[in-house]
């Protein structure tokens, strides 16, 4: 026999809006259908364009299933058979919400909502990364061009709602296939340790999506100021749901390698500075520098990992070398960051975005300090001067002299 919660049930996650399509009537009404139509594309985002490029797949799991309540219009969840993926989770849900039903927590309601968000992540956990395959309940897929998905004839109940590129792969070996991520949040403050949080991923040709996972219930009431609630107190029940997803992106981004070769090293460390620079998506022009320390090696490679564009041109210019160094070339173009492939279970990626430069070891002397000059421009910013490492010595030398 099933076990019973006796708690009521119209409860809405904090980051989910949910709009009223169609009245149902005061009455709640377990058997009649539901119908939630997921809009993934938040209107003031500027993503629509891209995202109509993407195949989409909305994927909804019952958690648990809903029941009316004896003497109230409400309905109970009915707790999942013991021994089923759900079960240990909604019973500390069900705990969560008996303490709010409370009399004495009555102002405290909004403590349990703030913890929808770690419910939802606990729930994907077991759905994204359990040891077998659980099925969805309801998975539909965006026509293309489309920015939402509609799924229909729903029991009443609580649902997972997964958001992901229906091209990708639950699990794959190659992580850039697969659709689960879990991206790094703070807990809280700059001192606190980071948490992974799932989150599933939808790729285009420029950018990564990344939805988090929500939980739902059906049918479900509104408040007098559209805001959730945790009691009946308000309105009619609402069969027909609109949620608006806000996903974040990250521009799709290539490694690159830096590989600097001195011939005949001197004794003393030294040090060469390299500006990487290319025209980001937005047309603006991105520029990062970044240093080798010599200390007797003859090679050193320097990796950046996800930082350039996919498909963008970028050149690579040797801005500071030792004074008794001379550089084969300064500077170096690749015509098109390309896509680097996935490595071989236990070997390292090999990156295909590969600059190389060699410095000859041309006369006595070794490191050498970097005269930097800053001039005030005609808008109040400061500017940056380059000197070669010549005129810069030939500077420094004239300051110790005067």
């Not at 309540?69 to 409400?74: A, N």
């Not at 970044?290 to 200390?295: A, I, L, Q, R």
């Not at 550089?327 to 996935?342: F, G």
């Not at 410095?359 to 002397?365: E, L, S």
């Amino acid at each position: 026999m099933r076990m019973k919660s006796r708690r009521t049930l119209a409860i809405l996650l904090c980051m989910v809006l949910l709009l009223t399509l169609a009245p149902s009537g005061f009455a709640v009404d377990l058997d009649a259908p539901n119908t939630l139509t997921v809009n993934f594309v938040p209107d003031d985002s500027g993503y629509r364009e891209d995202l109509k490029t993407a195949r989409i797949q909305v994927d909804l799991y019952l958690l648990a299933e809903a029941e009316a309540h004896e003497t109230d219009d409400s309905y109970i969840y009915m707790l999942p058979a013991e021994g089923t993926p759900f079960h240990d989770e909604m019973v500390l849900l069900n705990d969560d919400l008996a303490d709010a039903e409370k009399p004495e927590e009555q102002n405290n309601r909004d403590t349990v909502f703030e913890k929808f968000e770690p419910y939802a992540q606990a729930f994907a956990g077991i759905v994204l990364d359990g040891a077998s395959d659980i099925p969805w309940t309801k998975s539909e897929t965006a026509v293309a061009g489309d920015t939402t998905i509609t799924l229909t004839d729903l029991k009443a109940g609580l649902y997972l709602l997964i958001i992901r590129g229906a091209d990708l792969t639950e699990k794959s070996e190659d992580p850039e296939k697969g659709y689960v991520k879990k991206p790094e949040q703070a807990s809280g403050g700059e001192s606190a340790e980071k948490n992974s949080v799932y989150a599933t991923r939808v790729v285009t040709d420029d950018y990564e999506y990344l939805y988090r996972p929500q939980l739902l219930t059906v049918p479900t009431k509104l408040n007098d100021k559209s805001e959730q609630q945790y009691n009946t107190a308000y309105g009619e029940w609402i069969n027909k749901l609109t949620i608006y997803a806000k996903p974040t992106r990250e521009s799709n981004n290539g490694d690159l390698k830096i590989i600097k070769n001195v011939n005949n090293p001197g004794p003393d460390p030294v040090t060469f500075v390299f500006e990487v620079s290319w025209t980001g998506k937005d047309n603006t022009r991105v520029t990062k520098v970044v240093s080798m320390t010599f200390e007797g090696q003859t090679r050193r490679e320097y990796d950046l990992l996800k930082s350039v564009p996919i498909g963008a041109e970028v050149t690579v210019t040797e801005v500071h070398s030792g004074i008794a160094y001379t550089a084969e070339i300064s500077s170096q173009t690749i015509p098109a960051i390309a896509v680097t492939p996935p490595a071989e279970p236990g070997s390292k990626p090999v990156i295909p975005n590969v600059v190389e430069f060699t410095n000859d070891h041309t006369g006595p002397g070794g490191g050498h300090g970097v005269l930097n000059r800053f001039t005030a421009g005609e808008t109040g910013n400061f500017e940056w001067s380059h000197y070669s490492d010549s005129l810069a010595a030939a500077e420094t030398a004239a300051d110790s002299n005067s």
